[in-house]
């Protein structure tokens, strides 16, 4: 039996829960980056959780833009451990199309009713 409520069977939810496993995963050497881009991640995941299952659109889109801000964060974390050689180019690939993905869904919610 799946004991996921509905907002976790969505695909921007198991697309955000991969992002901040990805960054975890990263074991970024520097730890004031590491934590950043941990932290973000996670933000990203929990603000996204918080909002998909608010019936008013006010509380939704406070936590969409949230979650976005975040993302944006993380994605430039993670491009800045890439560039300063603290974290593989491929792994750093993965977690930009990823969150390129998960823009895009954060953009049809905040323009959904």
Request: net charge positive.
């Amino acid at each position: 039996m799946d004991r996921r409520l509905g907002f976790q069977k969505l695909d921007c939810y198991v697309v955000a829960k991969e992002i901040a496993q990805r960054v975890q995963a990263a074991k970024i050497p520097d730890k004031e980056l590491r934590e950043q881009a941990t932290d973000a991640a996670k933000s990203a995941f929990l603000r996204l959780s918080e909002g998909l299952p608010q019936e008013t659109a006010g509380m939704r889109r406070k936590y969409f833009m949230e979650s976005s801000g975040s993302l944006c964060e993380t994605l430039a974390a993670v491009d800045l451990a890439a560039a300063m050689g603290m974290m593989r180019e491929a792994d750093a690939n993965i977690v930009q199309e990823l969150g390129f993905r998960l823009k895009r869904m954060l953009r049809g919610l905040l323009h959904s009713k």
